[in-house]
Every structure is written in C-alpha cells, then in structure tokens.
C-alpha cells in the first residue's frame, strides 16, 4: 500500500512537472497572441486612414501623358537663328527703336531641370524713347519663338525723364543692353 501511495504520488508530481512545463508556455502564448492581435487591429485602423485610390487612375495617368506628350511637340525641335536675329530687327524697326550691335553665339548647351538644351544666344542693344523700348520688349515677349527668354536687362538714360516726357514736351533716350537665349528641345528627354 505504502507503494501505491508512492507510486500516486509519483505520479501526482509528474503531472503537476508537465502541467507546469506546458501550461507556462501555452500561458506565454497566450500573450503573444494578444499583441499580435493589438498589432493587426493597429494595421487595419492605419489601412481604413488611408484614402482609397480614385478608380480612374490609369485614365489619368493617360491624359498626364498626353498632355506633356503635347507640351513636347511644342517646343522647337530646331530654331531657324536667321529667322530669330531678323525678327528682333524687325520688330525694332516696327516699334520705332533702334537694335544696335547684334552680338551672336553659336549653339551652346545649357543644363535646366536636369535636362542639356540646346540654346542661342544674342546680346543686343536698343535704342529709342521709354514708351518706344517698352513696346519693343512687350512684343518680343510674343513672337513666334515661345522658348525665348530674356536673361539679362539693363536700362540707361541719357538723363531726362523717362515715360510720358519733360516739361518742354520732349521725352528722353533710353539704351536697354539684352541677353536673350532661344532654347530648342533635346534630342531626347530622359
């Protein structure tokens, strides 16, 4: 009997060693199930934030295309630079202004927004009454060469004032030195 009793406590002390062993893990778990639990309904509250993408992206994407695919075309493949030079003398000689010592370069390369243009390049200088000056520069601003750009101005006088005219009537003189660059579109466009 006394070895029945042993043996039931044996047996008793095993039980409660592997309860303990497996319920102390199966316990851990249960832990780790919580914050896995937490971490997925943390996601999908992050996921239900997020803004649904609008379903006509694709045809968005197509009318983005289209239309850089437009501004492309646009832009001058070549620049005819005669063209250019006379169009300045003769918008000069429409606005009354005298365009004096046309100073040309040749096809340079000029890097903007990570792209290499090419460009050309004129200096000038124009002669003639303020109102005259302004004119010539509004309408150079609207010639058919819309890659034109003025990158440098520097006005003078000989003195007088400038807009509408002195006192006696007379208006003054005034010299504007301009750096214009005419750009054409790359070869390629990454």
Known sequence: MVRKRLLAIMLAICLVAVYVFFGVDYLGQDTQKEVLYRGISDAREALALIAEMPGDTEERLAAVQAGLTAVQNEFPTEVDTTLVVSTILMLG??????????????????????????????????EGEFLDTMDFLSMLESTEFKTLILGDLNISSDGGPLGEGSLDGETSLMTANLELAVYARPETYD
Do not use: M, N, Q
């Not at 100073?103 to 200088?125: L, M, Q």
């Open 93 to 126: 000689e429409e606005c009354g202004v005298k365009v004096l010592p046309l100073a040309t370069e040749a096809w340079s390369s000029s890097e903007v927004g990570g792209h290499e243009y090419p460009v050309f390049r004129v200096e000038i200088d124009v």
